[in-house]
């Protein structure tokens, strides 16, 4: 099967600092990939390439068959509106909107239709149904992010990329939000990229792939915490205790 996005030879520079490194790899369909590393080796760039909200300094990245190098802004939002799907540390609702609106915005955006059988499952999955006509502030954080969770699914994205996405969330919600990443890729068959500082996040992922300084020096199946504890800890230069 193909894969989902593939980078070959990715290198981003930011002036002389290469934050990566001549990447090469691939995100296979329905699998949940973890992206791990210290502070500063990557990740996040990784991230922003693989799903088209920047531009590589050289090399391709290709997602849903598209080069996404050649392509201008416009067109590069429009094929991440086609294929991706975004979660962050911080949840990003707009205060004044409704749950529902908030999940809706993106699709009225982009002047789609929602899938309104496609959204109820989604809602019921993720236990809001009842909390639809809220304001953002008045639900949890673990609900405010299961609420951008159902917002980056809702036109069915190919891919779902998650930076930090249990970061801001005590220990209960942050293992609801990761029991439902799983659950979507088992039961839905939804490919999930999320970076992590967390290695006990990581294990619910089928692959981690490790970083520093820019490269992925580790591609990990299903590792255990205490391995990536370990394997961090000596990538931070730290001695392993
Ligand atoms: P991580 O997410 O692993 O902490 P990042 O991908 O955010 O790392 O950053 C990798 C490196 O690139 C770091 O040295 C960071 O300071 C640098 N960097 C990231 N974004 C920018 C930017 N917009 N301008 C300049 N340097 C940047
Ligand atoms: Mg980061």
Known sequence: MTPVVTLNRVTKRYGDLVALDDVTLAFPRGRFVAV???????????????AALDR???????????????????????LRRKHAGFVFQSYNLLP????????????R???????????????????LRERLHHKPAE???GQQQRAAIV??????????????????????????????????????????????????AATRAHDTLVMADGKVIDVLA????????????????EPVT
Do not use: Y
Not at 56 to 78: A, F, N, Q, W
Not at 175 to 184: A, F, H
Not at 222 to 237: C, D, I, N
């Open 151 to 200: 917002r980056a699914l809702a036109a069915r994205p190919d891919v779902v990329f998650a930076d930090e996405p249990t970061g801001a969330l005590d220990l209960h919600s942050a293992g609801q939000v990761l029991d439902l990443l799983r659950e979507l890729v088992d039961e839905l068959g939804q490919t999930v990229v999320m970076v992590t500082h967390d290695p006990v």
């Open 222 to 237: 299903a590792p255990t915490s205490e391995e990536l504890a370990v394997r961090l800890t000596r990538l931070a230069g």
């Open 139 to 141: 639900l949890s954080g």
């Open 36 to 50: 791990m590393g210290p502070s500063g080796s990557g990740k996040s760039t990784l991230l922003q390439c693989a």
């Open 56 to 78: 590589p300094t050289s090399g391709t990245v290709v997602m849903g068959g598209t080069d996404v190098g050649g392509l201008s802004e416009t067109s590069r939002t429009e």
């Open 109 to 127: 955006l982009a002047g789609v239709r929602p899938d309104l059988e496609w959204l109820g499952e989604l809602v019921h999955r993720v236990g």
């Open 96 to 107: 004044a909107l409704s749950v529902q609106d908030n999940i809706t915005l993106p699709l």
